[in-house]
């Protein structure tokens, strides 16, 4: 946290120039940006020289590079912290990230499978 | 049989607050609006999941190989991380009460946000006159509702940017329409974090495959 006067401890207390929400400041927005720039330009770099051989390897170092550069911008630009909003914030965000998860992680597992043990269209035709 | 519970100057106990306790205007808007990025964080993940599980049914059509071009992708990436640091500068004006340098960087902003919209148009335009259009193959149906969810929202955006812009001309800077532009911001750089899942799974990804 680079904001001392952030309200944390007490939500409530009279404070008129915002609701709670942290600020940045104009040099954690550049570093948020750098970042960002170098974590974008890292994997488009690899995919479109094709700097690695293997393409899971590659795919692998991608989602990498994205994980990281979506913590950069939750901190820097959408100022995300555990003491925002005195915590729910980051509630609602964890509630999220397995929601996602599960949607994601099952709907790949179960289609796949589906998929996998679908009935060759040839073989459903000799029937 | 029971009596109702007093304390002792007889006065009726409350298990519950009786009158409406205070709610100052806004107090909670910050986080409500939070909850609403969340939720629609969840409409993105469900699209994500179709386009994973669809994504390699080709259906004899073009792959993702042969139609995505990386550098306008390139382009297009940059042109929203440019708009993401504008809109920071012109929160940070904001909170100096510098009501003519925020405008011109929400100007900026909206600029980038145009260039993305119209670099994505021309993407999509290009896709469907070589005849790989949404109706082509699943994969394409699932990228085009993906990326035309993402750029839909990008679209009521700059909607919303434009109605700010014209409120804070008429109103200045009053404590409601601060808490508009900060959620606006907010907005914004939740579309900027969608993107990275964007190019990431459906561009980076599909070139390598």
Redesign the interface.
Known sequence: MTDPQAPANNPHADH??????A????GS??K??FL??IL?AI??WA??TGAFKE?ST??LV??L??AA??VV??IY??HMSGKS?GG??LM??I??II??FI??TG??WV?YHMNANMMPMQAAADM | MSAVPVTKDGEPVSFYEIDEHEHPE??????GF??YL?SD??IF??L???Y??LGNSYAGGPSPKEIFE??L??VN??ML?FS??TY??A??SM?GGRQRIMQMWLVFTGLFGLAFLSIEMYEFATLIHEGAGPTRSAFLSSFFTLVGTHGLHVTMGLIWLVTLMVQVQKHGLI?AN??RL?CLS?FW??L??IW??V???VY??G???
């Open positions: 008129d120039h915002d609701n709670g929400a600020h940045g400041t104009r927005y550049l948020g940006f960002s720039v974008t994997p488009f995919v479109m393409p590659a795919a991608v989602m590079f994205a550069q979506i911008h939750m630009f959408l909003e729910w914030t609602a965000l509630f999220t929601f996602v949607t994601l709907s790949i289609m | 806004g107090n909670s808007t910050m986080l939070w909850m969340m964080c969840l993940a469900v994500f999941a179709a994973a599980v990386l550098p992708v390139a990436t940059a991380l993401s640091i920071g500068f929160m940070l909170e404590p601060k808490r900060l907010m750089h939740f900027d974090v990275i899942g190019f990431t799974f980076l990804m070139t390598l495959r």
